[in-house]
Structure formats: structure tokens, C-alpha cells
């Protein structure tokens, strides 16, 4: 099945370090979904963008998308330790969302 | 509102045994979903329903069930437990427009860890 997979795998930063995490996909999409899963807990969404739309933005967050390189980036600015998390993307075409094995990322205070 | 409620969070069970994952939802979703998490291999969807008495499989329906009589309760069933089902599952739920082509967002409980012994 038609699966975002993220790049990193893993990423560790110092905080306030910006950091940029990817998702490449396959095939044609509507939406494009970013979502957070702390440690033992279930997964929280963060932000949506469209396939019409190129760039969002959410408090510290930012999202971008390239739709002929079938590719997303989520940037976090100014990291904090809370942030450590696990990043998955999430691809809606006409289907139930498809998420990816995501990017495990560390803010080391 | 209490959003999505999975229990039990934590079961364990002997191959060969049976149990239902029960998830319920408070924000008259209609749509609502199960996905079960692996190490290294992301979330995989495996059954997921639009509305009350219509269910479909998604990428690893076997050696499950569903059913969804309300809008609010979407139980997964194990018919006979094996240790490959050893994981964690998660029940999500989501708004669907009727006609609208995007999926909403997805709200998803705090999830059920199952070992199979």
C-alpha cells in the first residue's frame, strides 16, 4: 500500500536547535497530515496542509509541500525538551490515512 | 468530553485465547478506525468503519473482527490470540463529510498494549 516513509529515522539536537524532519510519498494525494506521539501514548494531530497549498504554518511548526517531488518537510523552530517525540506523516488520497514508521526525534537539554 | 477511551490499556493473553478491544467515542465521529504499532514498522491499519453497521479491512484484517452497531462503539475482536498479534493497538476516530474527498483529522485513544504469550 501507498506509504509515507520519513527521513530521519532518528534525530538528536541540542535545545533550541531548529529541526527538520521529511516524508516522501508515491502516488497522488488530497491531503498531507503531520501527527506527534509522545512515549506510550496515542498519537496527536499537528497540522494538515492541502495538495493545492505549498506552506503552513503552526506556533513553532512549519510544513511544506512539494508536490512534484512528492515530498513534505516539518520544520520545528527553537526546540524544547518537550518536543521529544516521535513524527509521523500521514497521506490521505482516497483511502484511510497511511502513515509512515516515522522519526524519532531527541531535544537534549 | 472524554474524546476516544480504549480499554483495557494493558492485557495479556494465552495463544489460543479470545478477547475483544473495546473503543467508544464522544464526538459522534463518523468515521472510526483500528491500527495496530509494531517496532520499526510504523501504524498498519486493520479494520475501519464510515458509519454505524458498515465495516471494511484494511492492511492486516486476519485474525480479527468488527462490527459497529453505533455511532459511538467500534470493538475489535481477537478470534484466536497468537503471539504475531503481540502489539500495540490504537482505535481512531475522525468526521467524515458526506461528499467531502479529505480525510479529518484523526483523534486516537491512548491505546492497548497486548502481549500473547
Known amino acids: 500500500s501507498q506509504q509515507g516513509e520519513e527521513d530521519p529515522q532518528a534525530l538528536s539536537i541540542q535545545e533550541g536547535e531548529n529541526a527538520t524532519m521529511n516524508c516522501s510519498y508515491k502516488?497522488?494525494?488530497?491531503?498531507l497530515q503531520w501527527y506527534r506521539q509522545n512515549s506510550g501514548r496515542g498519537l496527536v494531530h499537528l497540522i494538515l496542509?492541502?495538495?493545492?497549498?505549498r506552506e503552513k504554518h503552526s506556533g513553532r511548526l512549519r510544513v511544506t509541500l512539494d508536490t512534484s517531488k512528492k515530498s513534505s518537510s516539518l520544520l520545528i523552530t527553537a526546540s524544547r525538551a518537550a518536543d521529544t517525540a516521535s513524527y509521523f506523516c500521514a497521506t490521505d488520497t482516497n483511502t484511510p490515512l497511511v502513515f509512515g514508521k516515522g522519526t524519532r526525534l531527541s531535544v537534549i537539554a | 468530553n472524554a474524546g476516544v477511551t480504549q480499554t483495557p490499556k494493558f492485557q495479556v493473553l494465552k495463544t489460543g485465547q479470545s478477547m475483544t478491544l473495546q473503543c467508544a467515542q464522544d464526538?459522534?465521529?463518523?468515521?472510526m478506525s483500528w491500527y495496530r504499532q509494531d517496532p520499526g514498522m510504523g501504524l498498519r491499519l486493520i479494520h475501519y468503519s464510515v458509519g454505524a453497521g458498515i465495516t471494511d479491512q484494511g492492511e492486516v484484517p486476519n485474525g480479527y473482527n468488527v462490527s459497529r452497531s453505533t455511532t459511538e462503539d467500534f470493538p475489535l475482536r481477537l478470534l484466536s490470540a497468537a503471539p504475531s498479534q503481540t502489539s500495540v493497538y490504537f482505535c481512531a476516530s475522525s468526521y467524515s463529510n458526506e461528499g467531502a474527498r479529505d480525510n479529518e483529522k484523526l483523534f486516537f485513544g491512548s491505546g492497548t498494549q497486548l502481549s500473547v504469550l
Open positions: 502516488t497522488s494525494i488530497n491531503n
Open positions: 464526538m459522534n465521529h463518523e468515521y
Open positions: 496542509i492541502r495538495s493545492n497549498e
